[in-house]
C-alpha cells in the first residue's frame, strides 16, 4: 500500500509498526460552534480509509481527540451568558449527533482534552525538566529554538519561522515564535491546579498527551486538515519528540484538502461558511460522503450547487441498479462478470494513496456495464454484482439505508398508480410518485416491472 505522506511530501510504501495493527489519530474540533463542510469533508475521508483499512483485515484503533476547553469555547460561553462546560457539552453532542447522520462510525475512542489534564502536566512537567519549556508570568511556554526539527513537517526552514514570528508580541516570551502549553486563569476563567498555578492547558499539548496515553511515543497515522499542518502538527512533532527522543511522532502524516465556495476559502467573513446541517437540509447523507470523496483527497474542491446535485444523479444511479439487481430471480442470462478481478482492482485503486476519485470513476463506469448488459443478467451474476457493490459500500457508505417502513403499503401505492398510468391518469399517477418521493421513497419503472427505494 502507497501513502503520500506530507512529511517529506513523497509517496511511501506503507509499514504498519505492529503486525497487522494501525494505530491512527485525526484531529478532532473545538466544539464551540456549528460544523462545517471542511469538518465534513476530513471526517468523512479519513472514516473510508479507516473502514477499507478494517475490510482489508487490519485491525485498526481510530483515535480522536475533542478539543473542548479554549479561548473560543470561554468567548462564546460569555457571549450567551453560559458556562464554557455547557457550550462544550451542547457542541460535542451536535458532532456526534452529525457523525452518525454522516455515517461517520468507525471512530473507536472520542477523547475529551478537560478528561486528560494529568497527562498534559506529566509532558508539560517533563519538557521543563528537558530544558525544552519555560514558565513565565502567564503560562508556560514550549523553547522552538531548542527543537531543531521545527519545521520540517510543513517544509520550513526553522530561521524562516523565527523570522517571520517578529510580529508577535509577548515580553515574557523568550522568543516570539514559542508557543503556550499551559495558559495561567485569568479572572472568570475556568482552571485546574498545576505545579504552576491555576489555569488550562494550550491548545496543542491536549493531541500529545492523549496520544500517549492511547500510543505511547510513537504510531503509524497521524491525520488532519491541511490547515493544521503549521503551527499546530509542527508543535505536536516538537512537544513528542522532545520527550521521546525518537525520531517520530507518527510515521505517516495525511492531510485533507480545503473546501472552497465561490472559488475562495471558506470562511465566516466572507459570508461563504456553508454548514453541514444545512446541507442535509437538501440532499441525503449519501449524496455529501459521495460528493466529498469524489475527489483526490489533498486537493482542495469547489463546493457548489452543481456538485452536490451531479452527486444526487449519481448517487441515484449506484442505488437504482444495485435495487434493480435484487429484482433479478431467472437463470436466464449470458453476461457474467468476474468477481475477483474487480475486487482486487478496486482494492488496488485504493491500496495507491487511497485514490478514491478513479474508484469512483470505476465504480460509476462498472454501473454503466451493469446496466447496459442488465437484460441479460442471471441469478448467480446479479449476486456477484451485489456482492461487489456491498462490499465497496462497505466503506463509501453511499447506498441509501432501509427506512422503517410498510412495505404493503408503498406496494399497493405503487400498483394504483400503474393502473392510473394505464388508464392515462398521469398527473394523478405523478402526485403518487410525487408524494413518495417527498417521503423519502424513490420509484423506477422498467419495462412492466416498478421498483422503489428508500432514502434515510
Given at each position: 500500500?502507497?501513502?503520500?505522506?506530507?512529511?517529506?511530501?513523497?509517496?511511501?510504501?506503507?509499514?504498519?509498526?505492529?503486525?497487522?495493527?494501525?494505530?491512527?489519530?485525526?484531529?478532532?474540533?473545538?466544539?464551540?460552534?456549528?460544523?462545517?463542510?471542511?469538518?465534513?469533508?476530513?471526517?468523512?475521508?479519513?472514516?473510508?480509509?479507516?473502514?477499507?483499512?478494517?475490510?482489508?483485515?487490519?485491525?485498526?484503533?481510530y483515535l480522536q481527540n475533542i478539543?473542548?476547553?479554549?479561548?473560543?469555547?470561554?468567548?462564546?460561553?460569555?457571549?450567551?451568558?453560559?458556562?464554557?462546560?455547557?457550550?462544550?457539552?451542547?457542541?460535542?453532542?451536535?458532532?456526534?449527533?452529525?457523525?452518525?447522520i454522516l455515517r461517520v462510525n468507525?471512530?473507536?475512542?472520542?477523547?475529551?482534552?478537560?478528561?486528560?489534564?494529568?497527562?498534559?502536566?506529566?509532558?508539560?512537567?517533563?519538557?521543563?525538566?528537558?530544558?525544552?519549556?519555560?514558565?513565565?508570568?502567564?503560562?508556560?511556554?514550549?523553547?522552538?529554538?531548542?527543537?531543531?526539527?521545527?519545521?520540517?513537517?510543513?517544509?520550513?526552514?526553522?530561521?524562516?519561522?523565527?523570522?517571520?514570528?517578529?510580529?508577535?508580541?509577548?515580553?515574557?516570551?523568550?522568543?516570539?515564535?514559542?508557543?503556550?502549553?499551559?495558559?495561567?486563569?485569568?479572572?472568570?476563567?475556568?482552571?485546574?491546579?498545576?505545579?504552576?498555578?491555576?489555569?488550562?492547558?494550550?491548545?496543542?499539548?491536549?493531541?500529545?498527551?492523549?496520544?500517549?496515553?492511547?500510543?505511547?511515543?510513537?504510531?503509524?497515522?497521524?491525520?488532519?486538515?491541511?490547515?493544521?499542518?503549521?503551527?499546530?502538527?509542527?508543535?505536536?512533532?516538537?512537544?513528542?519528540?522532545?520527550?521521546?527522543?525518537?525520531?517520530?511522532?507518527?510515521?505517516?502524516?495525511?492531510?485533507?484538502?480545503?473546501?472552497?465556495?465561490?472559488?475562495?476559502?471558506?470562511?465566516?467573513?466572507?459570508?461563504?461558511?456553508?454548514?453541514?446541517?444545512?446541507?442535509?437540509?437538501?440532499?441525503?447523507?449519501?449524496?455529501?460522503?459521495?460528493?466529498?470523496?469524489?475527489?483526490?483527497?489533498?486537493?482542495?474542491?469547489?463546493?457548489?450547487?452543481?456538485?452536490?446535485?451531479?452527486?444526487?444523479?449519481?448517487?441515484?444511479?449506484?442505488?437504482?441498479?444495485?435495487?434493480?439487481?435484487?429484482?433479478?430471480?431467472?437463470?436466464?442470462?449470458?453476461?457474467?462478470?468476474?468477481?475477483?478481478?474487480?475486487?482486487?482492482?478496486?482494492?488496488?485503486?485504493?491500496?495507491?494513496?487511497?485514490?478514491?476519485?478513479?474508484?469512483?470513476?470505476?465504480?460509476?463506469?462498472?454501473?454503466?456495464?451493469?446496466?447496459?448488459?442488465?437484460?441479460?443478467?442471471?441469478?448467480?451474476?446479479?449476486?456477484?454484482?451485489?456482492?461487489?457493490?456491498?462490499?465497496?459500500?462497505?466503506?463509501?457508505?453511499?447506498?441509501?439505508?432501509?427506512?422503517?417502513?410498510?412495505?404493503?403499503?408503498?406496494?399497493?401505492?405503487?400498483?394504483?398508480?400503474?393502473?392510473?398510468?394505464?388508464?392515462?391518469?398521469?398527473?394523478?399517477?405523478?402526485?403518487?410518485?410525487?408524494?413518495?418521493?417527498?417521503?423519502?421513497?424513490?420509484?423506477?419503472?422498467?419495462?412492466?416491472?416498478?421498483?422503489?427505494?428508500?432514502?434515510?
Open positions: 500500500m502507497i501513502i503520500h505522506n506530507t512529511l517529506g511530501q513523497r509517496d511511501e510504501v506503507f509499514k504498519e509498526i505492529n503486525k497487522n495493527r494501525i494505530n491512527i489519530f485525526v484531529c478532532g474540533p473545538t466544539v464551540q460552534d456549528d460544523f462545517h463542510i471542511g469538518h465534513a469533508r476530513t471526517n468523512i475521508f479519513f472514516d473510508v480509509i479507516v473502514k477499507f483499512l478494517r475490510a482489508r483485515g487490519y485491525s485498526v484503533f478539543t473542548d476547553i479554549d479561548d473560543k469555547i470561554i468567548r462564546r460561553a460569555k457571549d450567551e451568558n453560559k458556562s464554557p462546560e455547557e457550550i462544550a457539552e451542547y457542541y460535542y453532542n451536535e458532532y456526534l449527533r452529525l457523525m452518525n468507525s471512530v473507536t475512542y472520542y477523547a475529551r482534552a478537560t478528561l486528560y489534564i494529568k497527562e498534559i502536566i506529566s509532558q508539560i512537567r517533563r519538557m521543563i525538566n528537558k530544558g525544552y519549556a519555560y514558565e513565565t508570568s502567564d503560562g508556560v511556554y514550549f523553547n522552538v529554538r531548542k527543537f531543531k526539527d521545527y519545521g520540517k513537517l510543513s517544509n520550513q526552514n526553522l530561521n524562516e519561522i523565527i523570522e517571520n514570528a517578529r510580529g508577535v508580541i509577548n515580553e515574557d516570551k523568550k522568543h516570539p515564535e514559542d508557543f503556550a502549553l499551559w495558559k495561567k486563569m485569568k479572572p472568570g476563567e475556568p482552571y485546574w491546579e498545576s505545579p504552576w498555578g491555576k489555569g488550562r492547558p494550550g491548545w496543542h499539548i491536549e493531541d500529545t498527551a492523549i496520544t500517549e496515553t492511547f500510543f505511547g511515543y510513537e504510531y503509524d497515522i497521524h491525520g488532519g486538515g491541511s490547515d493544521l499542518i503549521f503551527p499546530h502538527h509542527e508543535a505536536e512533532i516538537a512537544q513528542m519528540r522532545s520527550i521521546s527522543n525518537r525520531k517520530y511522532l507518527a510515521r505517516y502524516w495525511i492531510h485533507t484538502g480545503m473546501v472552497n465556495v465561490n472559488k475562495e476559502k471558506m470562511s465566516k467573513s466572507l459570508k461563504n461558511y456553508i454548514k453541514i446541517k444545512d446541507i442535509l437540509k437538501d440532499y441525503s447523507p449519501e449524496v455529501l460522503r459521495f460528493a466529498l470523496i469524489n475527489s483526490n483527497y489533498n486537493t482542495s474542491i469547489e463546493y457548489s450547487l452543481e456538485l452536490m446535485n451531479q452527486s444526487r444523479e449519481s448517487v441515484d444511479k449506484i442505488n437504482t441498479i444495485y435495487n434493480k439487481l435484487k429484482l433479478i430471480n431467472s437463470d436466464n442470462g449470458s453476461f457474467d462478470i468476474n468477481y475477483d478481478a474487480y475486487i482486487n482492482s478496486f482494492n488496488n485503486i485504493m491500496e495507491n494513496n487511497f485514490d478514491t476519485r478513479r474508484l469512483i470513476a470505476e465504480l460509476l463506469e462498472f454501473v454503466g456495464v451493469l446496466n447496459k448488459n442488465y437484460e441479460n443478467i442471471s441469478y448467480n451474476t446479479a449476486q456477484k454484482a451485489l456482492k461487489i457493490l456491498d462490499y465497496l459500500n462497505s466503506f463509501l457508505d453511499i447506498l441509501y439505508g432501509s427506512k422503517k417502513i410498510n412495505t404493503d403499503i408503498i406496494d399497493s401505492l405503487i400498483l394504483i398508480r400503474n393502473e392510473l398510468r394505464k388508464n392515462k391518469f398521469y398527473d394523478l399517477s405523478d402526485l403518487i410518485r410525487k408524494s413518495l418521493q417527498d417521503a423519502g421513497i424513490y420509484i423506477e419503472d422498467n419495462g412492466d416491472k416498478t421498483i422503489w427505494y428508500a432514502k434515510d
